[in-house]
Structure formats: C-alpha cells, structure tokens
Nanobody, 121 residues
Framework: QVQLVESGGGLVQAGGSLRLSCEAS????????MGWFRQAPGKEREFVAA????????TFADSVKGRFTISRDNAKNTVYLQMNSLKPGDTAVYYC??????????????WGQGTQVTVSS
C-alpha cells in the first residue's frame, strides 16, 4: 500500500525554525522524486521545494529560497524540509508528495495527509 506520512509541524514564532519529515513506504520512495507543497486557507496549493531521487538536484520556490532546505535519506525512506527564519506568511498545511519533481502539483501521484505549520508574529 502506498503511504506518505508527514510529521514535525507545529506552532512557532516568527524567526524560528521547524523541520518537517515525510516517511514513505518503500514502494513509493523507490526511484521517485519528492516534493513539498503547502496550502493556506483560501489559497491554492503552492510548490515549496523538490528533490531528485539521488538528492543531487533540488528546486525551491522563490518565496522560500535561502530559508528552506530539502534533503532525503533513502536508507530511511524519508524526506525532510528544514524551515528557518519562518514568517507568518509561511503558515499553511504542508504536504509531501512523490512524483516528477516538478513545480506542478498535478505531476505528483502520491500525497501525505498534511501537517499544520503556524507561524505567529
């Protein structure tokens, strides 16, 4: 069964940090790029970051570039999103997904249930 499970969300003050984790079932993780997306209330789902299967290529949205990093541990079937210098505008439900590695959510076929990140001012 294909499964992605996110963890690590929570409430943090502006300027703080959080690390999100997404553990995948082995079948999902194998040879797939992984991405993080987020969706705030009343807004469309937006791309945050993506990483290739090998981890050698990463992509970031302009809004998080320089503040967020994405990494993966293939031995643990886990992808991480390290979020630093958080801003209230980063408040959203964050989703991990397995797919093409592009910025388009439609190109990802497997999704986690999401984890809430709330940044207070």
């Amino acid at each position: 069964q294909v499964q992605l499970v996110e963890s690590g969300g929570g409430l943090v003050q502006a300027g703080g940090s959080l690390r999100l984790s997404c553990e995948a079932s082995r079948r999902t993780f194998s040879t797939r790029a992984m991405g993080w997306f987020r969706q705030a209330p009343g807004k469309e789902r937006e791309f945050v970051a993506a990483i290739s299967w090998s981890g050698g290529s990463t992509t970031f949205a302009d809004s998080v570039k320089g503040r967020f990093t994405i990494s993966r541990d293939n031995a643990k079937n886990t992808v991480y999103l390290q979020m630093n210098s958080l801003k209230p505008g980063d408040t959203a439900v964050y989703y991990c997904a397995a797919g093409s590695g592009s910025r388009l959510w439609r190109e990802y076929h497997y999704w986690g249930q999401g984890t809430q990140v709330t940044v207070s001012s």
